[in-house]
């Protein structure tokens, strides 16, 4: 860019700039008279007299808008705020309040609409009326993705009560906002006194009755083991009393999460590293509570998170702050760089849980040897999404030679899956592949019957 270009260029800036942040612009009531106003002179151009109807019409329409102008406030009497919650779930609905101080004394009207990132729901402007000194207005929005966000400005459109000219400012506000993948079956698990999960109206977690340390006397629930139930405890307190036993605490829970390239497949609406997210989140919640210590890595071709091992359920926080913006990778998973990891961070015997994707195991020739040696210090599960399509494929009612080839296809995938399986079976590793809907049930059923026979 050359001197004079340079210079001109600055001047359109300048000129962005006014056009954005301090513009007169007309509004739909002032162009609805100026029509209204070509209307009327119509007749008096039939009549000889069109010049004169011309500018009387038009010179009354330019005083108002003068006057207008003139009684319109200045950018500094009005202000704006904006008041969000600093974190969400990913697709849950949220409420934005938006916040207008008037300091001129005039009552004014006013357009608002907020700079939501693309990935955010969007929302008509907010119009509303400041008589007094603050107003408000809310909208309502949701995000689509998990991650890290910023709110940078609020537009803002005002007029007064003539409402012929409006004066528009883009006020910055930066405001930061988390969206953390779905936690509300984490939470229900956190709160819920029989240690129970509950998603979609399915139990995803069994409890715990094996075991022989005793945990603590509660209230009996209809679904508790009847063997249980404390007959002194329960006299005492005037009504039905359980024991509670669980087995030994202190185990150790490693998940491994992969976010390479495969991982970024959607499936459902949801890529697979938001479903394994959400299914290792409930993983940790479940393990913290019973005690163990949990330690996550996440990775693709490089280390994105490492969380060390930690036990009690403030743990699950540091563990949601790792992982609630990771994204996939345009890469391939490096298993080899992330069992090295694991190898020379965790020593101790842990349950191992990998979180990736089959077509990734069936291709990856260094997954089985490393898995293998470490399986003589932990406990490893492979655990895979299936692929919706692939089932719809493999059931296709033929018509054509077209759907015979798919369905040919399909099948084949199929069965390469299920040797794959037998394959790492026959060498004492676990692997789990199964719909999305069962995904956290298999992963949590699994590690509650590892933890019921002490295989740790």
């Not at 307190?237 to 390239?261: F, S």
């Amino acid at each position: 860019m050359n001197r004079l270009s340079k210079r001109f260029w600055d001047r359109f800036q300048s000129l962005g700039r006014y056009l954005v942040h301090g513009f007169v612009a007309p509004t739909r009531r002032l162009v609805a008279l100026t029509l209204l106003g070509a209307a009327l002179i119509a007749p008096g151009v039939a009549l000889g007299a069109g010049f004169m109807a011309f500018w009387v019409y038009n010179g009354f329409l330019a005083i108002l808008s003068l006057i207008d102008i003139w009684l319109l406030p200045g950018a500094e009497s009005i202000r704006v705020g904006r008041r969000m919650p600093e974190s969400v779930d990913v697709l849950q609905p949220f409420k934005v309040t938006l916040e207008v101080t008037n300091d001129s004394g005039q009552p004014l009207f006013f357009a608002l609409r907020d700079d939501l990132p693309m990935e955010f729901k969007g929302v008509p402007p907010l119009l509303g009326r400041a008589g007094g000194r603050f107003e408000s207005a809310d909208y309502e929005t949701a995000a689509g993705e998990r991650g890290r966000y910023r709110f940078s400005w609020v537009h803002l459109r005002y007029w007064g009560r003539m409402g012929l000219w409006a004066k528009q400012r883009r006020v910055a506000l930066e405001q930061e906002i988390k969206v953390l993948p779905d936690l509300s079956a984490v939470r229900g698990y956190l709160s819920s006194p029989q240690q129970s999960l509950i998603l979609g109206g399915r139990r995803l977690r069994r409890r715990v009755l094996t075991g022989t340390e005793f945990h603590g006397i509660r209230d009996y629930f209809p679904d508790d083991d009847a063997r249980y139930i404390n007959w002194n405890a329960s006299a005492r307190a005037g009504r039905i009393m359980t024991n509670v036993y669980q087995p030994e605490r202190g185990k150790n829970v490693t998940i491994l999460l992969d976010c390479g390239r495969m991982m970024g497949v959607e499936l459902d609406g949801q890529v697979k590293l938001d479903r394994t997210i959400e299914a290792a989140l409930i993983m940790a919640a479940v393990a913290l509570r019973q005690e163990d210590q949990v330690s996550v890595l996440a990775f693709s071709d490089r280390v994105k998170a490492w969380v060390p091992p930690g036990r009690r359920t403030s743990h699950l926080h540091e563990i949601l702050e790792a992982v609630y913006d990771l994204k996939s990778d345009f890469t391939e998973s490096n298993y080899r760089m992330a069992l090295e990891h694991i190898g020379r961070y965790q020593k101790k015997r842990s349950f191992l849980v990998l979180f990736s994707d089959m077509e990734s195991y069936l291709f990856e020739d260094q997954l089985i040897p490393y898995l293998t040696r470490l399986g003589r210090v932990h406990l490893p599960l492979l655990l895979s999404l299936k692929d919706p399509q692939l089932l719809r494929w493999t059931g296709l009612e033929l018509a054509n030679s077209r759907q015979a080839y798919v369905k040919s296809i399909a099948r084949r995938f199929e069965q390469d899956r299920r040797e794959y399986a037998q394959r790492v079976s026959r060498l004492g590793i676990n692997l789990i592949d199964v719909p999305a809907d069962e995904f956290a049930l298999a992963a949590v059923n699994f590690y509650l019957e590892v933890r019921s026979r002490e295989a740790l």
